[in-house]
């Protein structure tokens, strides 16, 4: 089992940053891989990043939406990854959810419990 909690939601105006953490404790996986979606209302989920694990080299993917603006990490020492984004703007407004698992598995195995972020002009 593995229990993920995020931290670091709020609000922020618009052209500003935010960093979102999500701390992991339980058994997990140098293999596993982190994924960050989120759901605005009336929406479906969307992967927006993943961090992938170390036998595929800790490489990062990035939805369109969101590339070049947002970036993830990864402290495996702190157990701990993070949704660093920068240059929000009012469609970026959503709950954020961060999860964990194999690749194979498409790294939503385990999941926080979300985190909003609101992005207003």
């Known amino acids: 089992q593995l229990y993920l909690v995020q931290s670091g939601g709020g609000s922020v105006q618009t052209g500003g940053s935010l960093t979102l953490s999500c701390a992991y404790s339980g058994r997990t996986y140098s293999a596993f891989c982190m994924a960050w979606s989120r759901q605005s209302p009336g929406t479906e989920r969307e992967v927006v990043a993943v961090?992938?694990?170390?036998?595929?080299?800790?490489?990062?993917w990035f939805s369109a939406s969101v590339k070049g603006r947002f970036a993830v990490s990864r402290d495996n020492s702190k157990k701990t990854g993070f949704l660093q984004m920068s240059n929000l703007t009012a469609d970026d407004s959503a709950m954020y959810y961060c999860s964990m698992g194999f690749r194979n598995a498409d790294c939503k195995t385990y999941w926080g419990q979300g985190t909003q972020v609101t992005v207003s002009s």
């Open positions: 961090i992938y694990g170390e036998e595929d080299g800790g490489e990062s």
